[in-house]
């Protein structure tokens, strides 16, 4: 099965950048569709960011576009959070999840129970 491991999170000023990865393990992923997810304190788990298998279909929350990017590099079995211009309200764990429901689709799905496997999470805090 799939393993995933988020690495890159941090402490970053308002206004700053930082890029989150999600190391896939176990078998690739590149056939699935990916998902990052976030988490606040006394937060829902919301949709931040979404690619399909072959990265050619995107989709992002209202709350991030314009600032995050998500890419993948299936070579590497990794996806990758872009986060730019980043402000107090995207403080939270971030997760990366792996859609094994339609491999090879263009589906983005936005909802948490349509991934199937979790990484643990790296938290992403934004000072103000």
């Known amino acids: 099965q799939v393993q995933l491991v988020e690495s890159g999170g941090g402490l970053v000023q308002t206004g700053g950048s930082l890029r989150v990865s999600c190391a896939a393990s176990?078998?690739?992923?590149?056939?699935?569709?990916m998902g990052w997810f976030r988490q606040a304190p006394g937060k829902e788990r919301e949709f931040v960011a979404g690619i399909n298998w072959s990265g050619g279909r995107t989709y992002y929350a209202d709350s991030v576009k314009g600032r995050f990017t998500i890419s993948r590099d299936n070579a590497k079995n990794t996806v990758y959070l872009q986060m730019n211009s980043l402000k107090p309200e995207d403080t939270a764990v971030y997760s990366c999840?792996?859609?094994?429901?339609?491999?090879?689709?263009?589906?983005?799905?936005?909802?948490?129970?349509?991934?199937?496997?979790w990484g643990q999470g790296t938290q992403v805090t934004v000072s103000s």
């Open positions: 999840a792996a859609d094994s429901s339609a491999p090879y689709s263009i589906v983005v799905r936005t909802t948490p129970t349509a991934y199937s496997t």
């Open positions: 176990g078998r690739t992923v590149s056939g699935y569709a």
